[in-house]
T-cell receptor, first 114, second 115 residues
């Protein structure tokens, strides 16, 4: 079975500062990895995904993530935070053959200080 | 192309009543997933359906919960005899393909409150 660990429940950064949200996964087979963002009272929006190929993936809104197999990590970064980035961020994993169901981490709330 | 539609967006039920949550997938998508989000937790998989078939219901509680995705019409998640612990946000997602890397498109959710 797959699992995702997102350490900490809340991250606070200043506007313009680096955003780093950590995600570690566990999977016995090659994983597919995703980051989703959820704004209050809304559904989830896909930020980016890793399937195969290039390990550094770029997503929407200036976010990117790097798949590191040796560290079983898929951390999300953005060089410069914007106030509009304040939201909850979920890391998720799926594997082929598992009906593509997503296994989510508990999520991290990102706050951006002016 | 309209996104995934869910209704109602908010639903209030008294303990013991039934709750019916509807999900219309994106056009051209024939795979539907239901997830539940409890307060302070991430989303938990409940069930995966294709048209007229339940493919994986390993995340569904054994009692009171059922799901369907008929040939015509939306997918329905049904909760009978609701209890306070059923209060949560229920999200539907759709995909044009079931296996593979699993990119899914989420609806806005139905927030169920049991009083």
């Amino acid at each position: 079975a797959q699992s995702v660990t997102q350490l900490g429940s809340h991250v606070s950064v200043s506007e313009g500062a680096l955003v780093l949200l950590r995600c570690n996964y566990s999977s016995s087979v090659p994983p597919y990895l995703f980051w989703y963002v959820q704004y209050p009272n809304q559904g989830l929006q896909l930020l980016l995904k890793y399937t195969t190929g290039a390990t550094l993936v770029k997503g929407i809104n200036g976010f990117e993530a790097e798949f590191k197999k040796s560290e079983t990590s898929f951390h999300l970064t953005k060089p410069s935070a914007h106030m509009s980035d304040a939201a909850e961020y979920f890391c998720a994993v799926s594997v082929t053959g598992a009906n593509s169901k997503l296994t989510f981490g508990k999520g991290i709330t990102l706050s951006v200080r002016p | 192309n309209a996104g995934v539609m869910q209704n109602p967006r908010h639903l209030v039920r008294r303990r013991g009543q039934e709750a019916r949550l509807r999900c219309s997938p994106m056009k051209g998508h024939s795979h539907v997933y239901w997830y539940r989000q409890l307060p302070e937790e991430g989303l938990k998989f409940m069930v995966y359906l294709q048209k007229e078939n339940i493919i994986d219901e390993s995340g569904m509680p054994k009692e009171r919960f059922s799901a369907e995705f008929p040939k015509e019409g939306p997918s329905i998640l049904r909760i009978q005899q609701v209890v306070r612990g059923d209060s949560a946000a229920y999200f539907c997602a759709s995909s044009p393909q079931g296996t593979g890397y699993g990119e899914q498109y989420f609806g806005p959710g139905t927030r169920l409150t049991v009083t």
